[in-house]
């Protein structure tokens, strides 16, 4: 019996996650460029400009998405060491959310 609850709980561990994903949706090229115009978004070079130094480095890519009602900018970035970074970056504020 504590194999089929364990099992269960991995199952609805599984379809959290997944929901969890669901939540984040990225935007088209057109709506990013309304969301920036608009005022929603700050532009991608202004989010870029609110990176610390240790987290600097060449942006390989870089998508302004809506997660959870807000609009984050999400960049993957290789210093100049090689390590990669993902960036999370509030788009309507351009300041740093998250580093991993």
């Known amino acids: ?8 709980a991995a199952v609805l561990l599984a379809l959290a996650a997944g929901t969890a ?3 984040v949706s990225c935007l088209s090229p057109a709506e990013r460029r309304a969301a920036v115009s608009g005022g929603q978004a700050v532009s991608l070079a202004q989010a870029q400009r609110g990176l610390r130094v240790e987290h600097r480095g060449e942006v390989i ?4 998405c ?3 009602a807000q609009l984050v900018y999400l960049l993957t970035v290789v210093d100049r060491h090689g390590k990669v ?4 970056i509030d788009a309507k504020t351009g300041q740093v959310v998250q580093v991993r």
């Open 66 to 68: 809506r997660a959870n």
């Open 21 to 23: 994903k669901a939540q």
């Open 85 to 88: 970074m993902r960036v999370r």
């Open 61 to 64: 890519n870089a998508r302004l």
């Open 1 to 8: 019996m504590p194999l089929a609850r364990l099992i269960v």
